[in-house]
């Protein structure tokens, strides 16, 4: 038995689009979902309740900042992740595998793993598909991903190839290395670039694992969105259907939309809350830059068709006010308000998906919103 | 009738302390009472249900800040300050006098008011007690306070003597200016630097104008405690035992003390605030500096004797790693139990002037809380 387990719904009669539950020991999940960021124990700028209170079941967090920051040992010392950062619903936690990958040339591959040198104060660490279980099970984190190696784009075949190939050997690495299956469940991450026979291959031999997820890894990696929309037309098929399917660091409302009628559970993504500390907000009719002159009387909601904490209690000028001023309050409401967004439109998503109107709500938002 | 009223409710048998109430029309405040500073529109960090929450019934703001920005006419156009920043308690706003004497070079005193230089853009304004109380009424809070000059420490005997005569001169045209009676009520200001004769003439010369409250103006401006505190030994008398009196700018646990035994009702201070955001804190046991290595797998409350939501539910360690990786996060606990600390300090100074045991609570706490 999985400590996490999905059951799926509903599909969409017009799309791939599916409504799903996950089960995780501390939360019940309805899909599809979009996950907040909480990179470093914490979702920034904002209390766990008032997360929780905008509607999130289950969050993410990022286990190479943990391991440098405060350390994993402390984390696990502390009880786990969930107690040391006051959060009771679900976390997933990444396997740290991105993060050590994007260091550039402070890095260095090779079979056993990955060297890398800390962002804060340079100090050499190797990050290896055990090491990465070790950290994440003293976290104890709900979902833990594997081990993997996310290729750039664009990156040359042969390459793509034989990093996937390694990335699978490493999944096998982390299903052994994993200690805690009774309360947290690893879930597999395909590669395979923008090749979709070897999208192809990767996905068969980590399905073979029989792991109660799958992530599709190596997207938003800096490719035109069309090339990530064709390549989930064709992967997506590739990974079970009675199993949770998570595109990872996927968030624009666009794309949470394109990613729901291609097939995706579960999407992450640091946007709404990286946007909102910069004074833009995501609303229904678009984004609003808030510092623009035009706010500066504007004693309307930000958004008037919202229901969060933000749009009920202050006004545009407010916030205009406050973001000039450089006041913590501003990263605080606005944040609020884009992780409400996006968590009452992945609602609205799933209305729409059980009532077998996905295409139609999808035209309807996108006419609101105007271009991306 | 005045728009607030003080009633002194009792006075403590071994010193000066008092218990009152001081009504507004947007709370009825307990005195001795600490005000949280809301500089900008926002006591930073804190949303203001929070400040709410840990019992605050009035804050402070600061006219000069609004008045830069985003503008007093804006504020007014917004329904006053209450309803652009969503706090419905009580208020208090300075005059701006105390900011644009701390300009510096960037400002000229004349009869007429002062002109004085944006820290913002460089722009020049003038400030007069007129327009102290344009902007003030504008802001719309329940006490608005007299433009006054706060003379610096040291300061010659004849400069101070001309100064706070001046002071008085301005207190008139103040009340005079003053638009809003019905729904904001004036205070005057004391000064007359460390001279004892000097602060019972500037006393009798605003008493006579027979305000609701009186603040002890000057102090806390860089001479040392026991010199403040023997001003206030002399000076605190010569105010009506029927009005509030408040002490400007005061909010160290060891000055509340010592101010409420000198018959002080009224405190404000950023030092709370301030000093979360470095990451310091106030706690029945002494301050605590978070980032301390001391800290690191210290799974304890930050002050195991508090009740605040961040005692309630972080440990010092997680306080330590928040405070390390610059997370917003920090400064919102720490603010929150500072803040608190604070408020609560001052309910548990009332009880005790109720009970008639200030000075057993005092010693008491001081015991405990250490050298300051």
Same mark, same amino acid.
């Given at each position: 038995m999985n400590a996490v387990t999905f059951q799926l719904k509903k599909v969409c009669k017009d799309t791939k689009a599916r409504r799903g539950q996950l089960k995780t020991p501390h939360a019940t999940i309805e899909t599809p979902v979009f996950m907040p960021v909480g990179t470093a124990a914490t979702v920034k700028a904002m209390r766990p309740e008032d997360v929780k209170e905008l509607g999130a079941s289950i969050i993410l967090s990022n286990t190479y900042h943990l391991y440098l920051r405060p350390g994993h040992e402390i984390v696990r010392e502390a009880g786990g992740l969930h107690k040391f950062m006051n959060w009771d619903r679900a976390i997933l936690t990444d396997s740290g595998g991105f993060q050590v990958f994007s260091l550039g040339d402070l890095r260095k591959i090779t079979e056993e793993g990955v060297t890398f040198r800390s962002h804060i104060d340079g100090s050499t660490h190797m990050f290896t598909p055990e090491k990465s279980m070790e950290v994440q099970n003293a976290l104890g984190s709900d979902i833990i991903m594997a081990f993997d190696e996310c290729a750039p784009?664009? &990156?040359d075949r042969a390459y793509v190839k034989q990093s996937l190939e390694r990335t699978t050997r490493w999944l096998a690495r982390c299903k052994e290395a994993h200690k805690n299956t009774e309360k947290q469940s690893l879930f597999g991450i395909m590669q395979g670039g923008m090749y979709p026979d070897l999208r192809r291959q990767s996905a068969e031999e980590i399905v073979e694992? $029989? !792991?109660p997820g799958y992530a599709v890894g190596g997207l938003s990696v800096g490719e035109p969105k069309e090339v990530m929309y064709e390549v989930l037309d064709q992967c997506v098929d590739y990974l079970p259907k009675d199993k949770a399917r998570y595109l990872m660091g996927v968030g624009s409302p666009d794309c949470l939309f394109e990613g729901v009628e291609r097939g995706i559970d579960m999407f992450d993504c640091v946007l709404p809350t990286r946007i909102a500390r910069n004074g833009m907000a995501l609303t229904s009719h678009g984004r609003v830059t808030?510092?623009? /002159? %035009?706010?500066? %009387? $504007?004693?309307? &909601? !930000? $958004? /008037?068709e919202c229901g969060c904490y933000t749009c009920r209690n202050y006004s545009r000028a407010y916030l205009r006010h406050l973001f000039k001023g450089n006041e913590i309050l501003s990263s605080m409401l606005l944040t609020n308000h884009n992780l409400y967004f996006l968590v009452h439109l992945m609602e609205n998503i799933r209305k729409a998906i059980e009532e077998d109107r996905f295409l139609e709500y999808k035209k309807e938002f996108y006419s609101k919103y105007g271009k991306f």
């Open positions: 784009y664009p &990156a694992m $029989d !792991l808030i510092k623009n /002159a %035009r706010y500066e %009387r $504007d004693f309307s &909601a !930000l $958004d /008037a």
